[in-house]
């Protein structure tokens, strides 16, 4: 319950919504108690008629029909204000459902990467989605259902009590007990759906992992081995449904047992005590129509109980979420000024979850307007530094500095927005090439948008698509080659004309030719700018005012492309082995 504290300042929001809807649930009852009590005084009218002459069988019948309509019409306006109640309180519950995604989908964006090493894709979504239905759940029906079965319960007992004390015990006896049984049913219910959803969980992370990578489970094919896994998974999750629908199947049979057991009471008991003269026949009637009244409220009281208990456990593992500080932290509100020379101080990083020491000790100063070639072999920690730089990471040691300023003291959306990263993976989204280029803003023309992917060499082959900029690129760009993936993620950060670039191996599937105009593009663009470029290639880094030559997460080796040559160590062994292989 404490877990579900976390939605009182929703409930508070919709405060107006929740009373009206209280009040119609008021309305809705009155209108179901009294056809109760015209049954009761047609059967009182008739038996006291039946005996009497003949005349009387047409006030009978008038006055059975007068009761008819009045049952009919109070059940048409209990289904009206009915039809009020779930307008307002189960709108609310959608309304609440709404917030509370936009919240937890904005929380995922604020935390950091380190986030995300941590987690899996479908464990996120089932809480931004199948969690969030839970918690709906318990908004919407259990707080509707809860406030009816609290009204209902007070009105029908008084009303019971004020006609007799002793049938209404007797009645009230199987109720208990039917609580309790459907608590225990709702119980296991609960645990048997828990494991349920643990296993749609696995279901989904094995499904999006095996279409995010159908290409290499075909060209692998491998079709046979991940359908045996899903077909694994999928059989745990038909029998752990299967459990909870046996479990499930109980639950109705035991509402009418009870329900039935109350029934023979009353007619039993009623029956003796309508002979003593103590109540009517029609008191009789009244009494089984109370209990089939109250028959449902008592059986959803279990079902409530179940539907809180799954809530406050679904909000629970939204609450881990939630309430989850991002550790990349925006220190500064005010609009920071991103200019100056980029410094790294002793900086050293080590991955959290692995403590893979990716850096270590690294230090270089990269002058504004100048620009640094980091190279290195693969593992060496080249993107590290670029994710440093963008603060997707903090490193654990030593300070990275712009201008005068640590980076962690400046506005981070401010450093983010002057950043143009293009990492390795150079990620593109579903959509058109138009919206993939113009990711950073949709203010600028579409002159800007050409002018972007002239200068990332890709302008040619967009104009030669029949469809142009509007060529629908699928999912990840599954519709370009490497290459074409790589100068659209560039054209990307062209367009969003950033103060300092950041290039992470992305010209890596690009040809020499284009790589080299590319690179006189960029440098055209960053005279007054700073820029870093990471590669494998020799040839992408060697017009770099400076280079560094990572190895194992240090520098080894630190100057420009003729001075490296000239100390003729691993730099000058690469450039050799890459000039001989072309
Ligand atoms: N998310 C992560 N969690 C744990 N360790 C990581 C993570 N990302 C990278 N590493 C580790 O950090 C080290 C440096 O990785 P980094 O990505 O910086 O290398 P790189 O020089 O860019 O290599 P490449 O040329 O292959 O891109 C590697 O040993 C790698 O295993
Ligand atoms: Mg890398």
New binding site residues.
Partial sequence: MQNLKYLNKFLWNYRNSLIIGGLFILIANLFALYPAEFVRKAFDFVSENISKDSNSNSVIYFTLIKYSALIISFALLKGLFMFFMRQTIIVMSRKIEFDLKNEIYNQYQNLS??FY?KNKTGDLMNRISEDVTRVRMYLGPAIMYGINTTILFYLVISKMMSVSHKLTLYVLIPLPILACLIYIVSTKINKKSERVQEQLSALTTISQETFSGIKIIKSFNNEKNSWLMFLKACKQYTSKQINLVKIEAIFFPLIVTMIGMSTIFIIYVGGMESYSGNITTGNIAEFIIYVNMLAWPVASLGWITSIIQRAAASQKRINNFLLKKPEIKNKSKNNSKIEGDLHFKNVSFI????K????NKINFVIKEGESLG?F????????????LVCRLYDPNRGKISLGDKDLKDLNLYNLRSSIGYVP?DGYLFSGAISENISFSSNKKTDQEIINASKKAEIFDEITNFSQGYNTIIGERGVKLSGGQRQRLAIARTFYKNPDLYIF??CLSAVDAKKEQKILRNLKKLTKRKTSIL?S?RISTIKHCDNIIV?NN?EIVERGSHEDLIQKKGIYYKINETQNNSI
């Fill in positions: 990467i380190s090493n991955h959290n979850d692995t893979i020491k990716a850096l980091i290195g072999k693969t593992g060496s920690g080249k993107s590290t530094i670029a994710n390795q992470d191996d990471i494998h990572l997460g």
